[in-house]
């Protein structure tokens, strides 16, 4: 009983902290999602709008528009830095010349700040003074302009958000690596199974836990990508990268519409944790043994 007590009274800080940062906010979120609120209007008071708010996002073709850009979006960035970070995973398993050079180096993008990364972006693919239009120009002979192709605008904040977060992906992944046990690897390789059968049968559910906390990490922050895109492109052109993160900026901060945009975060904060929910369920659900 009094360790219990103890530990309560040691968790009792961030408890406070976490009500008050977290739990109070999002519950007044959730009550201005259900008013009509602009502060700045001439009736700067609230006014109880029910669940219109909720209404007009099904109708709203620009939210709509920006969910599917969001979605495709982090659909190609979370694949990608799973899939580019595992292999940089298992290539710093091994030893190499400048091992410990090239693992610091690849970190340093965790280090800076969101807006910084995209200030990094926007000067190297100006296409006046940056380094990759040049390249593309002299290489292939690509003229490379994000602020007038909608397709390199998306392609350039998808590379961005890879270059930036891979190597958080690259140390989880590395971390679980390093915990795997030897023996079912030596006794597979005993039984004559290939590596691609070892991965797949051995290696992938053995580190499932780390790539799907690792998943779930990178979704919830891919969602709510603003810093980099508002630097870089401005969500532009046109709506190409108007994420669902810069449409609630948008709405919330030029166009003061509170309500509005409360709605918006607390419907994006329920599609996260329903997609969430999927991924675990599908991937970690327990097999079933087949009959017969």
Not at 62 to 91: C, I
Not at 166 to 181: E, K
Request: contains cysteine.
């Amino acid at each position: 009983m009094k360790s219990n007590t103890f530990g309560w009274i040691l968790l009792a800080p961030t408890i406070v902290v976490l009500f008050f940062f977290g739990v109070l906010p999002f519950l007044y979120v959730v009550y201005v999602s259900f008013h009509q609120w602009n502060p700045f209007a001439a009736n700067p008071n609230m006014i109880y709008n029910a669940a219109g708010n909720f209404r007009q996002i099904v109708f709203d073709s620009a939210f709509l528009a920006s969910l599917g850009v969001t979605v495709a979006f982090v659909f190609f960035a979370v694949l990608t830095e799973v899939v580019v970070g595992y292999v940089l995973a298992q290539a710093f398993m091994s030893d190499f010349p400048g091992k410990a050079f090239f693992r610091t180096i690849h970190t340093l993008p965790l280090i800076i700040a969101p807006i910084i990364v995209g200030s990094i972006w926007k000067l190297m693919t100006t296409p006046s003074i940056g380094i990759i239009p040049h390249l593309l120009q002299s290489s292939v002979g690509f003229d490379l302009n994000i602020g007038q192709s909608a397709a390199a605008a998306f392609i350039i904040t998808i590379t961005m958000d890879i270059w930036h977060w891979t190597p958080l992906v690259t140390l989880t992944l590395i971390a679980a690596l390093v915990s795997l046990p030897p023996d079912p690897f030596e006794q597979a390789q005993i039984d004559g199974a290939g590596k691609w059968q070892i991965f797949w049968h051995i290696t992938l559910p053995m580190i499932a836990p780390a790539v799907m906390a690792t998943v779930f990490i990178r979704l919830m922050d891919a969602l709510r990508i603003v810093d980099e895109v508002l630097m870089l492109t401005g969500g532009g052109p046109g709506s190409a990268t108007r994420y669902i993160g810069v449409h609630i900026f948008r709405e919330v901060f030029p166009r003061t519409n509170y309500g509005y945009g409360s709605a918006i975060s607390v419907v994006v904060l329920y599609l996260t944790i329903v997609v969430c929910w999927l991924l675990y369920t599908g991937m970690l659900a327990p097999r079933k043994p087949r009959k017969g």
